[in-house]
């Protein structure tokens, strides 16, 4: 069980952890395993990629079940911040093991989460689907700077881990919903919730003015710190500069994603402006499949006009 162990508890989402939580030894949750999954959700919330040492066996089997408490606790609150703050932290603390790891342990933990690679005359090559399934929204993976091979994408071995982090962090977003779970975990959710105060401190800053159903859809969803898609991230930031935000109140809205980066963030609307993206046409927005309503406007960019203070000789003022 040593070595299985060992894996398991570096990659707690794998079959071998969820089959070594099956077997005997794993079934009690205690006190002290519930306080260890709690301050494993807490540093996630504070942004504390903490990796754990656990030096017995005892400890180790303490480690795995805290993470599997941890995922009870987030399928009882049904809070997506909190879990996608969960996910982001627990995908990092993945990446930086993948780090210490030979190409074995690596490909092991690619097979798990569908990342099939291959190697032809010394390139590392993915399928596109997957390359574009579990890429990150960034311009270095964008296909237009990227090879393709007969349906293949060439990447690097730093790249193949950035993509097993990338999956990860969208298998833990997918949280089982918890009814009626053991007092000891309505408890943790409960100290849980009181210590998010302290450690949110990116408020959920409201956007004024109206704006058409598609927008104020993906608004909503900024405020409640949910993830987006690339393309919903750029067709929000492209209306948002349309409308005369300027780029630090966007950055700072966009603050609200739990795997928000202000350095990426300002690159993507310094590049957004440098290249004068306009406001896409309903048609394309349609296309993207963001449409929310037969608004006919033409453009999501004429309902602000039509609504918006500079009808009043005013400019949109503000992300607070």
């Known amino acids: 069980m040593g070595e299985g162990l060992d894996f398991a508890v570096r990659y707690p989402f794998t079959s071998t952890a969820r089959e070594l939580l099956k077997s005997d030894g794993f079934s009690e949750i205690t006190d002290e395993v519930v306080e260890l999954a709690v301050s494993r959700i807490t540093d996630s919330l504070s942004e504390k990629t903490r ?6 066996s005892s400890g180790k089997k303490e480690g795995l079940l805290a993470y599997a408490t941890a995922r009870v606790i987030l399928g009882y609150m049904r809070n997506r911040y909190i879990t996608n703050k969960f996910a982001v932290n627990e995908s990092k603390k993945v990446h930086s093991y ?14 798990e989460l569908g990342i ?4 032809v005359n010394g390139k590392l090559l993915v399928p596109l689907p997957v390359f574009l399934r579990f890429t990150p929204r960034s311009p270095h993976y964008h296909l237009i700077n990227r090879h393709i ?9 730093q790249e193949k881990k950035r993509m097993i982090e990338e999956a990860v962090r969208k298998h833990l977003e997918r949280v089982p919903l918890v009814k009626n779970p053991p007092a000891r975990v309505v408890e943790a959710a ?16 409201p956007l004024e003015g109206s ?19 690339h393309v919903s991230r750029f067709y929000l930031a492209v209306y948002l500069i349309g409308i005369g935000l300027s780029d630090e109140k966007i950055t700072r809205f966009y603050s609200n994603f739990p795997d928000f980066s202000e350095k990426i963030t300002r690159y993507q609307l310094e590049h957004a402006r440098k290249r004068g993206y306009s406001v896409p046409a309903c048609s394309t927005v349609v296309s993207y499949g963001l449409c929310r309503a037969n608004c006919r406007i033409g453009t999501p960019l004429n309902w602000h006009k039509r609504t ?4 009043r000789g005013k ?3 503000d992300v607070k």
């Open 51 to 56: 990796k754990r040492v656990y030096i017995s």
């Open 98 to 111: 993948l780090n210490e790891e030979d190409e074995d342990v690596i490909e092991k933990v690619a097979g």
């Open 116 to 119: 099939k690679t291959k190697t």
């Open 149 to 157: 091979l007969n349906g293949f994408v060439l990447i690097e071995n």
């Open 190 to 205: 409960r100290k849980i919730m009181e210590e998010l105060p302290k450690q949110e401190t990116r408020a959920a800053a």
């Open 211 to 229: 704006h058409p159903p598609c927008i104020a859809e993906l608004i909503d969803a900024v405020k409640k710190h949910q993830n987006l898609s």
């Open 308 to 311: 918006a203070p500079e009808k």
């Open 315 to 317: 400019k949109e003022e």
